[in-house]
């Protein structure tokens, strides 16, 4: 499996980006997919997933509200739609697929994916 994360980019505070994931060569094994970022000097975080079988969602409390998760009729690409961006919100951002059943909880976790995209850095500043 391959991820290709894209979109990323130098954009002001309050205004909207939106990133893109696209995925090849996915086995029968394909669960979810999810973006989490990294500031610097700081983890990981969780940011949004969305499940295959049910197209159901989950956020960050950091993110929810602003940002929302989606996927092309194909299921190849996944979006990172970012409205009312924040300074804090610079961070790079990771696509990562998973290959395991869970519920919303497990896949908050970086442990719950078996690969991941390159990354692609959002800044948010004036």
């Known amino acids: 499996v391959q991820l290709q994360a894209s979109g990323g980019g130098l954009v002001q505070p309050g205004g909207s980006l939106r990133l893109s994931c696209t995925a090849s060569?996915?086995?029968?094994?394909?669960?979810?997919m999810a973006w989490f970022r990294q500031a610097l000097g700081q983890e990981r975080e969780f940011v949004a997933v969305?499940?295959?079988?049910?197209?159901?969602?989950t956020y960050g409390d950091s993110v929810k509200g602003r940002f929302t998760i989606s996927t092309d009729n194909a299921k190849s690409t996944v979006f990172l739609l970012m409205n009312s961006l924040k300074p804090e919100d610079t961070a790079v951002y990771y696509c990562?697929?998973?290959?395991?059943?869970?519920?919303?909880?497990?896949?908050?976790?970086?442990?719950?994916?078996?690969?991941w995209g390159q990354g692609t850095l959002v800044t948010v500043s004036s």
């Open positions: 990562a697929e998973s290959q395991r059943a869970g519920d919303f909880y497990y896949y908050t976790s970086r442990s719950a994916y078996d690969y």
């Open positions: 060569g996915f086995t029968l094994d394909h669960y979810a």
């Open positions: 969305i499940t295959w079988y049910g197209m159901d969602t």
